[in-house]
């Protein structure tokens, strides 16, 4: 691994378009990197459950629980970012798993 990937796997967590962007510099590089699609996938997770905190749970009036929600989404972006930049691979506590297996299209 080089410290691009480290970059890139850091990028998926900046954000919806820090993912786009960290995704087509993975496709531009056209190598198979395993390392970022790791955090591709588990920054893809955490983009949806932002996405569902902050859009979805505000219209069906849950809105204690949504920013409450939004909040410890921004701490787990930060939390996953930092070992992607370190290097490391860590699943996003108790969903990660999930993330990994069930965006196994991501290639």
Request: proline fraction near 3%; charge should be positive.
């Amino acid at each position: 691994m080089n410290r691009d990937s480290f970059t890139i796997a850091t990028a998926a967590y900046i954000t919806p378009v820090g993912w786009i962007v960290a995704y087509m510099a993975h496709l531009l590089l056209g190598e198979d990197n395993h390392f970022v699609m790791f955090h591709l996938r588990q920054g893809l997770g955490l983009n949806l459950l932002a996405v569902f905190f902050s859009v979805l749970l505000p219209i069906i009036s849950v809105w204690v629980l949504s920013q409450f929600c939004t909040v410890l989404v921004f701490a787990l972006y930060i939390y996953c970012g930092v070992y992607a930049y370190k290097g490391e691979r860590r699943y996003v506590p108790f969903l990660g798993r999930f993330f990994n297996n069930a965006f196994q299209f991501l290639r």
